[in-house]
């Protein structure tokens, strides 16, 4: 049986969409079997409803406590029985409320490379920083989640992007994107490997 994942996703899911094209092409030996949001809005719904992949919209509710959300959050993802709960450009922090229910399971992808840029908006700061002669390089990472650490934890794989700083930030950022597509997929097509092996 191959490998079932649950992407977590809140933006436009250029990366879930990375991922449901390595298991349908048989790269990673893994099926999509939910996407979850906590955005109504997010993109990654159609990439998904598109891919006749079934979606779970899980919206915070007013004044609800992050524990709280992620309990619920929890019971959805867990619905889907996931071998691997797959955090692509999921964009709020977990509490263990959500990751002890999945331990050892939980893959984040971060567009900086291993201990940089912790949050939100990586790639923008690794811009700002080369622009300010401080750095010439970011990269991606993708690892595992084991406790509330901010885009930290055991990394799985992770890959060094050059800054050019005479170019632009769109194109940077699409470089990081190209490299994160890349990796997210090399890595899950291993994870999903060592499953059945
Ligand atoms: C990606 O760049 C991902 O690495 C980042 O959000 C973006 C989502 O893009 N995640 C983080 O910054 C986590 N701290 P996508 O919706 O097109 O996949």
């Known amino acids: ?4 994942l649950v992407v977590l996703a ?3 899911g250029s990366n879930l969409q990375a991922v449901l094209d390595g298991c349908a092409s048989g790269v990673i030996d893994a099926s999509v079997v939910g996407v979850v949001t906590n955005r109504i809005d997010a993109y990654a719904l159609v990439r998904a409803d598109d891919a006749e992949i079934a979606t779970e919209l899980v919206s915070p509710l007013d004044g609800e406590e992050r524990r709280d959300y992620d309990t619920r959050l929890a019971g959805a993802v867990a619905s889907f029985e996931p071998d691997w709960v797959i955090l692509a450009g999921w964009m709020r922090i977990l509490t263990t409320a959500f990751i002890d229910h999945f ?5 984040n992808l971060h567009p900086a490379l291993p ?4 949050g939100i908006r990586a790639i923008e700061r690794a811009w700002s920083e080369a622009l300010a002669g401080e750095r010439s390089e970011s990269g991606v990472m993708v690892h595992l989640v084991p406790d509330e650490g901010v ?6 794989a992770s ?13 940077f950022a699409a470089s990081i994107h190209d490299v994160e597509h890349a990796l997210l997929v090399e890595t899950l097509a291993k994870l999903s490997a060592t499953d059945h092996s």
């Open 1 to 4: 049986m191959s490998s079932r």
């Open 10 to 12: 809140s933006g436009s």
């Open 103 to 107: 331990p050892d399971r939980i893959v």
């Open 115 to 118: 201990g940089e840029l912790p």
């Open 151 to 156: 885009d930290d934890g055991p990394v799985l």
């Open 159 to 171: 890959r060094s992007v050059p800054i050019d700083v005479s170019g632009t930030l769109e194109a």
